[in-house]
């Protein structure tokens, strides 16, 4: 593949950090793009606030950089007045599930044909490291010196519960997985979800001792381990990969507006 | 019978102009007293094949327009009170980011929930600030159906032409009055569709450079040019920068862009205005008090007018201060605590004969409210 096909090279150098999982991400989307053969005029990536959300300047589809929290909201407007278009969302965790949170369910329950991508490094990355609500408890940030009292979401239960017709999750250690689930998640007719986790050896690395970005990936690769394999049977404590949910019986939004609207034309003719 | 002749509420006045506009996209959440726009739309969008959708809030109703504006669609979104203070941070994206929308704003008794089935006007000065930061902001208003009609298309048009939002801000009595409504012919009220670049494919296309005239031609979303779109201070290709020339460039274009128009852009009417001594400046349903008021003092051989305001920001000083040179005393009549009297006084040559008429209880201020103050202004005792 050649990545500058993909890219804006006057947008770089990039704004993230030296051993930052976002960029990761970055490298396995544009090769799901690549290998699914998108038109670039088709594709269209819309995204939040956040060291995240900061990829979508970086491709050269069309790209929307909105406001924090409000990536999805924006991206149904997009699909919604023009249903041809492919939409890529990437978030944060912060930018997804916190203040993004109430428009994240109900992209799942509307199941509209959106790709949300959470690239979860389980804190917020740009303000300087406090804590997400997939931050965990016990955990150190900057805004819990004595330790976190919050709960966390689990984003593959959440999406799944809200509706979300296609439900994966991975990690930026397993890249050739990420592409894989990418390219399915961006097939799916319906409302996808893929959460990636992803390191941020700046505030989530050092502020819990994980180490630089290399023993953040190598500590993705033993805290994780394929739904229904034997290494999770045998340690439930794992967190799983894989796909989750993948079904097609539920119809996809603006397929069902066409609907709504012959139904409203028919509507007008009979009383001509 | 003509079937151009309507009986309609305001808020149907709205949507009709909507329509007649070339609206084609709309999301909303629903809230007194702006509800039947959304109602209305949610059946007439899909008969002329546009789209209508309920989002789960305010905020993500003015987002979602937001993106359909970027594909090429002309947009809208309506509400009311909490739910406008809600939209502020986007409205303020669309401001930064050039997007054309309208947003209608049937105004209630405030602040929070307030008073929520009642006539209030207490958002003027919300509508031009609502939002953080330096930038600017047109607001359109109207004191009966027809106008309501064609405001809705002002709006539009306006959107298209500076890229910018434009806030209809209409209030609980006017939406919810039922008067006629004339629908004019197609034609008979010109539509501006926005200017599209007419850069081919592969040609360099900078979203953000404006032209000579302070005009960006634009290039729908999912078309040949992709480009960078961002709330972030960016230069002309969208991308984010902070170089303090491009920050100051930027901010100067958002704003001159409407201030420098503010003569194309001001819309006002003249009631028994000519040689009037007294003029009383008002707009929305209050507009409806004054000039009833004039009417009689007319037929009396007094000579007191009205300047209905139609444009609310860009505040149209020049205008006001010219129109009241020779008015012994100028009173506002509005249901705030002053909002536009501030305006006033502040673009008039002598602020000290201009005076407040209110009425801040959710009642529509009357004929006799007004009356009491112009007697005391005119010097005929309390
Ligand atoms: C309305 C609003 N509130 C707060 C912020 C400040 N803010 C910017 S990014 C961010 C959180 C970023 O964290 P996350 O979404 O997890 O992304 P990351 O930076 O970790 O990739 C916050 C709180 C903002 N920009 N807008
Ligand atoms: S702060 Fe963390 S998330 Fe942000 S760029 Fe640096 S490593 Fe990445």
Known sequence: MQAKQYIRERFFPHMWCAGCGHGIVLNSLLRAVDQLGLDKNNVVMVSGIGCSARISGYVDFHSLHTIHGRALAFAAGVKFSKPELKLIVPMGDGDALAIGGNHFIHAARRNMDITAIVMNNRIYGMTGGQFSPLTGVDKNTSTTPFSNIDNSFDTVELATAAGATFVARTTTYHVLEMTALLKKAIEHKGFSVIEILSQCPTQYGRKNKEGDAPAMLDHFREMTAKADSEKIKKNPGLISRGIFVDRSDKPEYCEQYEKIIQKAQKAIKGKQ | ?382
Request: with cysteine.
């Open chain 2, 1 to 382: 019978m003509n079937k151009n002749i309507k009986f309609v509420q305001g808020n149907e006045a709205c949507v009709e102009g909507a329509i007649y506009a070339g609206i084609d996209f709309f999301a909303g959440y629903p809230i007194t007293p702006s509800t039947e726009i959304a109602e209305l739309l949610s059946r007439r969008l899909p008969q002329k094949g546009g789209k209508f959708v309920q989002m789960e809030d305010e905020i993500a109703s003015v987002c979602a327009i937001l993106g359909a504006s970027l594909t090429g669609h002309k947009v809208m979104t309506a509400t009311s009170g909490p739910g406008f203070s809600l939209k502020q941070e986007a409205i303020g994206y669309a401001c930064m980011a050039e997007i054309p929308c309208v947003i209608v704003n049937v105004q209630r008794g405030g602040p929070s929930t307030g008073n929520p089935t009642h006539v209030g006007q207490g958002d003027i000065n919300q509508a031009r600030w609502g939002t953080h930061g330096d930038h600017s902001i047109i607001a359109l208003t109207a004191s009966n159906h027809q106008d309501v009609f064609e405001m809705t298309i002002e709006a539009f048009n306006l959107a298209e032409t500076y890229r910018t939002p434009v806030i209809l801000l209409f209030d609980e009595a006017v939406g919810h009055m039922r008067e006629k409504l004339v629908i004019p012919e197609k034609n008979e009220i010109p539509i501006v569709n926005r200017l599209r670049t007419a850069l081919k494919k592969g040609v360099d296309y900078h979203p953000y450079l404006p032209r000579e005239d302070g005009r960006l031609p634009m290039s729908d979303f999912g078309g040949d040019h992709r480009y960078n779109v961002t709330g972030l201070l960016h230069d002309m290709w969208g991308f984010p920068s902070n170089d303090p020339k491009v920050v100051k460039g930027l901010l100067h274009h958002l704003n001159d862009k409407i201030s420098n128009n503010i003569h194309r852009i001001t819309r006002y009417k003249e009631h028994y205005l000519e040689d009037a001594e007294y003029i009383l400046i008002s707009y929305g349903s209050s507009a409806r008090t004054a000039i009833h008021i004039a009417k009689n003092r007319r037929a009396r051989n007094e000579k007191l007018g009205v300047l209905e305001l139609q444009s609310l920001w860009p505040f149209p000083k020049e205008m006001v201060r010219e129109k009241c040179r020779n008015a012994k005393a100028v009173l506002v009549v509005e249901m705030n605590m002053g909002q536009v009297l501030a305006q006033v006084k502040a673009c008039i040559d002598r602020p000290e004969t201009v005076f407040l008429a209110n009425r801040i209880d959710g009642e529509l201020i009357t004929p006799s409210d007004v009356k009491s103050i112009l007697r005391v202004i005119q010097g005929r005792g309390v």
